[in-house]
């Protein structure tokens, strides 16, 4: 099975500055896809990016950008002008086969006013 | 995005019940799945659906069976529920819009089932 880890179980950031949260993955495949996902305390799970692997290029998605690096098997998550809003668990997941994701343990971040 | 909702969204049960939880989808989507969340685990995938009358098992599927009789509808039963079946259930569809790409999860609000 595949598989996803994200080392850092909790993580803070100042309001307005920029934080990274890190997602590591074990896989054999060349294709596949990976994303972000979102769970405020309201407990909906909420896409926040997507990016394909054969796509050199970093999804970006207003002040969420990743930084995909395929030889390393590394998706980062970074979170440019932190908002009281980001407060939540992120979690990343990957998927080549697309009838199941594997996802991390998840990242709880705090914003901090 | 499609709608999709999840019933009950609390349920507390007693240890040796059946439980059934519901999951609808308003959209047509071919693929439907179960997963829970735990602490320390993620979500983790219990069994999905490929179409009516057509389902598989994932990764954590011991002690859960599922039906889906119509398009719209995925249910996930818990025989006889046991304390290590306390978990938030989470349904969810696949977005992949038959381009062949993958366009991630669209995701239930959740079940927090409480069995005691």
Redo the contacts between chains.
């Keep these: 099975?595949q598989t996803?880890t994200q080392s850092q179980p909790e993580m803070s950031v100042q309001e307005a500055e920029t934080v990274t949260l890190s997602c590591t993955y074990d896989t054999s495949e060349s294709d596949y896809?990976l994303?972000w996902?979102k769970q405020p305390p309201?407990?909906?799970?909420i896409?926040v990016i997507?990016q394909?692997a054969y796509k050199q290029q970093n999804a970006t998605e207003n002040r969420f950008s990743v930084n995909f690096q395929k030889a390393a098997k590394s998706f980062s998550l970074k979170i440019s002008d932190s908002q009281l809003g980001d407060a939540a668990m992120y979690?990343c997941?990957y998927?080549d086969t697309?009838?199941?994701?594997y996802?991390?343990?998840?990242t709880s971040l705090t914003v901090i006013p | 995005d499609a709608g999709i909702t999840q019933s009950p969204r609390h349920k507390v049960t007693e240890t040796g019940t059946p439980v059934t939880l519901r999951c609808h989808q308003t959209e047509n989507h071919r693929y439907m799945y179960w997963y829970r969340q735990d602490p320390g685990h993620g979500l983790r995938l219990i069994h999905y659906s490929y179409g009516v009358k057509d389902t598989d098992k994932g990764e954590v599927s011991d002690g859960y069976s599922v039906s889906r009789s119509k398009t719209e509808d995925f249910l996930l039963t818990l025989e006889s529920a046991t304390s290590s079946q306390t978990s938030v259930y989470f349904c969810a569809i696949s977005e992949s819009k038959g381009t062949g790409s993958n366009y991630g999860y669209t995701f239930g609000s959740g079940t927090r089932l409480t069995v005691v």
């Design positions: 099975a996803v896809y994303f996902y309201s407990r909906q799970m896409l997507r394909e979690f997941a998927t697309g009838n199941q994701f996802f991390g343990t998840g």
